[in-house]
């Protein structure tokens, strides 16, 4: 089975790696040139467009940054529908709104492509290292075919549903949650710093305790390290699913205090350090008290 892959940013290109590392026969592209010549260097090739991507997968990965970009990669003239050969499939692992994911299904409906709406977790070292969460949604005979390459990218699959959208809006939920804890953790570390605390100590007890996890850890260590871009995790990302999950309760009528606070944190970070990464949201607070933790 040869794959393709579209978008080889920070998450495409640890896509791309880990398919090449299993031994399917690779073919990418990304509108940077140095991407392109990354995905060759590390044994794959590199498409001259989209096109030439659909003929040479049977199996492509998007990993775009928004809904338009999806739409358009898939769906466009020059898309992958309209070049691939019937019985492949496309896995949407781009983060984008449920309805955009059921808007691209419907329009694949009589395509003979089967569309796998699959978005993922495990952020930079997640897609690197071939161990990502996947929220696949599709049916489960798509899903046995086409499982091979999907296991060479991830390390649990978790089957959400059998219709495009469900896995979208899974992920949602999942970055409300995420979203919360970071803006928390940027939250508790000024306070920790404007009290005194040395951000080693903090770390140690966040940790250890039962607020220790991979998202508070992750982000309270780059914190107290200074390291605000550069890590994988660029800003405008948390940004844009917190907006597609808020977006999603606002069709639903359901309240989101906590989401919406961190929403708030994340669009003045963006604002005011547009290349950032997450982390930098912290800044933000730290120049309102006068106060920065450090190690």
Same mark, same amino acid.
């Given at each position: 089975?040869?794959?393709?892959?579209?978008? @080889?940013?920070?998450?495409? /290109?640890?896509?791309?790696?880990?398919?090449?590392?299993?031994?399917?026969?690779? +073919?990418?592209?990304?509108?940077?040139? $140095?991407?392109?010549? *990354?995905?060759?260097?590390?044994?794959? +090739?590199?498409?001259?467009?989209?096109?030439?991507? *659909?003929?040479? $997968?049977? #199996?492509?990965?998007?990993? #775009?940054?928004?809904?338009?970009? !999806?739409?358009?990669?898939?769906?466009?003239?020059?898309?992958? #529908?309209?070049?691939?050969?019937?019985?492949?499939?496309?896995? @949407?692992?781009?983060?984008?709104?449920?309805?955009?994911?059921?808007?691209?299904?419907?329009?694949?409906? *009589?395509?003979?492509?089967? @569309?796998?709406?699959?978005?993922?977790?495990?952020?930079?070292?997640?897609?690197?290292? &071939?161990?990502?969460?996947?929220? !696949?949604? !599709?049916?489960?005979?798509?899903?046995? %075919?086409?499982?091979?390459?999907?296991?060479?990218?991830?390390?649990?699959?978790?089957?959400? &549903?059998?219709?495009?959208?469900?896995?979208?809006?899974?992920?949602? =939920?999942?970055?409300?949650?995420?979203?919360?804890?970071? /803006?928390?953790?940027?939250? $508790?570390?000024?306070?920790?710093?404007?009290?005194?605390?040395?951000?080693?100590?903090?770390?140690?007890?966040?940790?250890?305790?039962? !607020?220790? =996890?991979? =998202?508070?850890? +992750?982000?309270?260590?780059?914190?107290?390290?200074?390291?605000?871009?550069? %890590?994988?995790?660029?800003?405008? %990302?948390?940004?844009?699913?917190?907006?597609? /999950?808020?977006?999603?309760?606002?069709?639903?009528? #359901?309240?989101?205090?906590?989401?919406? /606070? $961190?929403?708030?944190?994340?669009?003045? &970070?963006?604002?005011?350090?547009?290349?950032?990464?997450?982390?930098? =949201?912290?800044?933000?607070?730290?120049?309102?008290?006068?106060?920065?933790?450090?190690?």
């Amino acid at each position: 089975m040869r794959a393709g892959v579209i978008g @080889l940013g920070d998450m495409g /290109s640890g896509l791309a790696k880990n398919l090449i590392k299993n031994g399917f026969e690779t +073919t990418g592209f990304d509108l940077s040139d $140095a991407r392109m010549q *990354a995905l060759t260097e590390m044994g794959g +090739t590199a498409a001259k467009d989209i096109v030439d991507v *659909a003929r040479n $997968a049977d #199996v492509v990965y998007v990993m #775009v940054m928004n809904g338009d970009q !999806a739409k358009a990669v898939i769906l466009g003239p020059d898309g992958l #529908v309209k070049n691939m050969v019937e019985g492949g499939a496309i896995i @949407l692992t781009a983060t984008i709104k449920p309805r955009e994911a059921r808007e691209i299904d419907e329009a694949m409906s *009589a395509s003979g492509i089967a @569309l796998i709406d699959s978005p993922v977790s495990g952020g930079f070292p997640g897609a690197q290292g &071939g161990t990502l969460t996947m929220m !696949a949604a !599709a049916p489960d005979a798509i899903l046995d %075919t086409f499982a091979g390459p999907m296991e060479a990218v991830s390390a649990t699959i978790h089957r959400v &549903g059998d219709g495009a959208g469900q896995g979208q809006i899974v992920k949602a =939920c999942l970055q409300t949650l995420i979203g919360s804890i970071f /803006s928390a953790t940027f939250e $508790a570390s000024v306070l920790a710093a404007k009290a005194g605390v040395k951000g080693e100590n903090l770390f140690k007890v966040f940790s250890t305790s039962g !607020a220790g =996890c991979g =998202c508070t850890n +992750t982000a309270l260590e780059n914190i107290i390290d200074r390291k605000f871009e550069g %890590t994988g995790s660029g800003i405008g %990302t948390m940004h844009k699913d917190l907006t597609i /999950s808020l977006n999603l309760a606002e069709e639903l009528g #359901v309240p989101m205090h906590t989401a919406s /606070s $961190a929403m708030q944190i994340f669009h003045a &970070g963006k604002s005011k350090f547009p290349e950032g990464d997450n982390w930098a =949201c912290t800044k933000v607070i730290e120049e309102i008290v006068g106060a920065a933790l450090h190690r």
